[in-house]
């Protein structure tokens, strides 16, 4: 007895091609791999090697190749024996992705006769009906003798599995083989929906002076296939990609070819990138976010700093508001280096930190991206703003000297309600041909057009920062 189709949903027994045709046909589905590989960009793609163990027949032939990602790039696919590479020879590729569902199959039928078996329970029988399938389209219309029906309540049965119909995405070759010896089969190819990214987490010590590093990548597979105990590489930096989105897979292959010889994450230069290899195997299932150690590093020297940051618009205008307060910004800072404990190049992501409170309690303090930053650089962090620091902005003298030339005074009040002296730096940006006349506390040249004071600030003290300059453009 076959089983059914009930309305949206499949239930049915389908015959299968001919046994003359089955014999011309290896299909070689994830059971066959002997070895996965994965490589997965920041930029949402990833390289997938596998190879599979396979009985092919000599002379011509069709090789279905299931189980590959549901987001394969057909135009990177490439296939070679590693056993016998003279030996099979691929002369065409398809790639089969009109998939098995009720509501295709149903559309393959419209226009044919059908089956539907209207069951009655409580009569303990039931009626088989013919019927044609006039429509699949919003819903199933059909005809039976001479009435037309919108939808039935039965189940439906269709007569066979029509052509051109596979249950999940597949590679199919028509390849020419010699011998009939068991060939390794290696299949590399691009896939998208399948990402990574990193993530940090930095817990300060009680001085800001130190911090307990650790890092996380997460890796997000929606490519449509579960990569089982497969070698992972992460590559962290940008890779070009052309405009029509292909990219060759002999090229990619470079990247799988470069691993460490070699639990954990090692690293390795690579072009100019950064390839992240885990020490060990795992899987990665369809639909499915996994998280996996980076780092981890105690004691990173750190660094917290105070910055104000003036805007180049003040130095052209006479600026209405008597006094101003400004946003009194925290960073914290550390160089990735080795005499620092790390000096491992870091893949961009979030650095998320913590601190424990008097009562030993760990609190969150603020969160900022970093960039890839390669080792020996340094990491600044931008985690909030000061509450107990006050920062504010006065202009005492504006005058336009000439069309072009300004010149205007300033004084910056810096307060401090810690129970501790700080540093807080000024940051000024000027811009043109400018000048600083006079000013109250030495400063440092930046740039061309920025300049720095330096402030320290006693505990519950005032500092009044006061300089005179001239902007021309």
Not at 259 to 284: M, P
């Amino acid at each position: 007895m076959r089983p059914y189709l009930a309305m949206g949903v499949l239930a049915i027994g389908v015959t299968l091609p001919g046994a003359a045709a089955a014999q011309t046909v290896v299909k070689s589905g994830s059971e066959d791999q002997i070895a996965v590989e994965v490589t997965v960009y920041n930029d949402n793609l990833g390289l997938v090697k596998e190879t599979r163990r396979l009985d092919l027949l000599s002379g011509a032939g069709e090789l279905q190749f299931m189980d590959v990602a549901a987001h394969v790039m057909p135009v990177t696919v490439h296939a070679r024996s590693l056993t016998a590479p003279e030996a099979f020879t691929v002369q065409e590729q398809n790639y089969e992705y009109d998939l098995l569902n009720a509501s295709k199959l149903m559309d393959k039928y419209v226009g044919k006769r059908i089956k539907l078996i209207d069951r009655h329970e409580y009569a303990d029988r039931q009626d088989i009906i013919d019927a044609t399938l006039l429509s699949n389209n919003q819903g199933p219309i059909y005809q039976i003798g001479n009435e037309i029906y919108l939808g039935h309540p039965g189940l439906v049965v269709l007569p066979s599995l029509p052509e051109n119909l596979i249950a999940k995405p597949t590679l199919t070759w028509l390849y020419e083989g010699t011998g009939n010896k068991p060939h390794d089969l290696e299949v590399s190819y691009l896939t998208e929906q399948i990402s990574w990214k990193a993530d940090y987490v930095a817990v300060v010590n009680q001085g800001d002076s130190a911090s307990d590093l650790s890092g996380w990548v997460t890796v997000d597979n929606r490519s449509g296939a579960m990569y089982r105990n497969a070698v992972l590489t992460l590559v962290a930096g940008k890779v070009h990609r052309a405009q029509e989105r292909e990219y060759f897979a002999q090229d990619a292959m470079r990247l799988m070819e470069s691993r460490a010889a070699a639990a954990s994450f090692v690293e390795q230069a690579f072009f100019e990138y950064h390839l992240y290899d885990l020490q060990r195997k795992t899987t990665i299932k369809d639909n499915q976010t996994k998280q996996i150690r980076l780092l981890e590093a105690s004691g990173v020297g750190t660094q917290k700093e105070l910055v104000v940051y003036g805007i180049q618009g003040y130095y052209t205008t006479l600026y209405q508001e008597r006094q101003q307060k400004q946003p009194v910004n925290v960073f914290l800072k550390f160089k990735n280096s080795k005499d620092n404990r790390l000096g491992m190049p870091l893949p961009a992501g979030t650095m998320r930190l913590y601190k424990k409170d008097q009562g030993g309690r760990l609190q969150f303090i603020g969160e900022d991206r970093i960039e890839h930053t390669p080792k020996d650089e340094e990491v600044r962090l931008k985690i909030g703003e000061a509450f107990d620091v006050v920062a504010e902005r006065r202009q005492t003298h504006y005058q336009r000297v000439t069309t072009h030339l300004h010149e205007s005074a300033w004084e910056v009040t810096l307060r401090n309600h810690k129970e501790e002296a700080v540093t807080v730096g000024l940051v000024e940006p000027l811009f043109g041909s400018w000048q600083v006349i006079e000013s109250s506390h030495p400063y440092e040249k930046l740039d061309a057009h920025t300049i720095r004071f330096d402030v320290a600030v006693p505990k519950d003290g005032e500092v009044k920062v006061t300089y005179r300059v001239r902007v021309g453009y």
